[in-house]
C-alpha cells in the first residue's frame, strides 16, 4: 500500500532531498509508487552505511555468534540471565554487566554479542581491552589530550572493558579507570570482563586506593554473572592437536601402503 503523499514528503525532506521537495506539487499520484521506492531504497542504504560505520567505531573485530556457544561446557552458568540480556533492558536503566570466571570460558563472546545487539538497536557502542584502554591513557602527557580521551570513553550508551584481572596496574592506572567509572555511573552502562572475583581485585590494583570505592559504583546497578568450569579453548586446543596427530597418521600409513 502506497505511503500517503505527506508522509513521504515528510521523509522526502528528512533524507534532504531539496530538489524533489522543491517540486513536490508536480508530483502525480502514479508518480508518488516510484518515488516510495526510491525514498525505501535511499533509507535502507544510509541505514546500511551507518550500521556499517558504527561497528568500525566500536572496535568489536571478529567474534562468533551466541548461537555457537557450547552452554553446556561450563560447569556453571546462569543461560537465562544472560539471555535476558539480549533485551538491552539494562541499557534503559543505566545498569551493568559483569561477567566473572577464569580464562576461555566465552566471557568475551558474551560481552561481544550483547553489545553487538546494542549497535543493531541503535546504541552507541564502544569495546576496549582493560590492558589496552589504560595503556593509552597512562601514557598520555598533556591535560587536554586526557580529557578528550577520557570522554571517548565516557561518551557511548555502552562501554565494554575486557579482561580486567590478566595484568596488574599501578596506582595510575586504577586512578584512571576509577574516573571512568564515576563519570558513566548512573548514567551510562558497562560491561565488563575479569577473571577474579571482586574480593581479588586488591591484587590486580595493588595499594591503590580506589578499588573498594569503583568496585561499589560498577555492582550498584549491575547483573553478575559468574562462569565456572574448564577453558574451552584449551580443550578446542586438545581436540585440534589429536585430529592433527590422527591425519598425520593416516598420511604415514598411505605413504608405507603406497612403497611396498
Known amino acids: 500500500m502506497t505511503t500517503s503523499s505527506e508522509a513521504l514528503l515528510a521523509r522526502a525532506e528528512a533524507l534532504r532531498f531539496h530538489g524533489l521537495v522543491a517540486h513536490w506539487h508536480e508530483v502525480t499520484p502514479d508518480g508518488l509508487v516510484q518515488i516510495q521506492t526510491l525514498i525505501e ?71 561481544k554479542n550483547i553489545a553487538h545487539q546494542a549497535l543493531i538497536h ?32 565516557t561518551a557511548p550508551s555502552l562501554l565494554v572493558i575486557d579482561e580486567i584481572g590478566s595484568l596488574s596496574y599501578s596506582n595510575r592506572h586504577a586512578d584512571l579507570l576509577f574516573e571512568i567509572v564515576s563519570r558513566r555511573y548512573e548514567q551510562k552502562s558497562t560491561i565488563i570482563t575479569t577473571n577474579k572475583p571482586f574480593a581479588e581485585w586488591n591484587e590486580i590494583f595493588p595499594n591503590a586506593a580506589c578499588v573498594v570505592s569503583m568496585v561499589d559504583r560498577l555492582v550498584h546497578h549491575a547483573e553478575v554473572i559468574r562462569i565456572e568450569g574448564k577453558s574451552y579453548r584449551l580443550e578446542e ?16 600409513t598411505r605413504r608405507h601402503g603406497v612403497k611396498s
Open 41 to 111: 531504497w535511499e533509507e535502507q542504504e544510509r541505514a546500511r552505511h551507518t550500521l556499517e560505520y558504527r561497528l568500525k567505531a566500536a572496535q568489536l573485530g571478529r567474534f562468533k555468534s551466541i548461537c555457537d556457544f557450547d552452554w553446556k561446557w561450563p560447569k556453571r552458568i546462569d543461560r537465562a540471565a544472560i539471555e535476558a540480556q539480549m533485551s538491552l533492558d539494562f541499557l534503559k536503566d543505566a545498569g551493568n554487566l559483569i561477567f566473572v570466571g577464569t580464562a576461555g570460558l566465552g566471557k568475551t563472546l558474551l560481552a
Open 237 to 252: 586446543a586438545r581436540k585440534q592437536a589429536e585430529q592433527r596427530a590422527l591425519q598425520r597418521t593416516k598420511q604415514r
Open 122 to 153: 541503535g546504541h552507541s557502542v564502544l569495546f576496549a581491552t582493560a590492558g589496552g584502554m589504560l595503556g593509552k591513557l597512562a601514557a598520555l602527557d598533556s591535560d587536554s589530550a586526557l580529557r578528550s580521551r577520557l570522554r571517548h570513553y
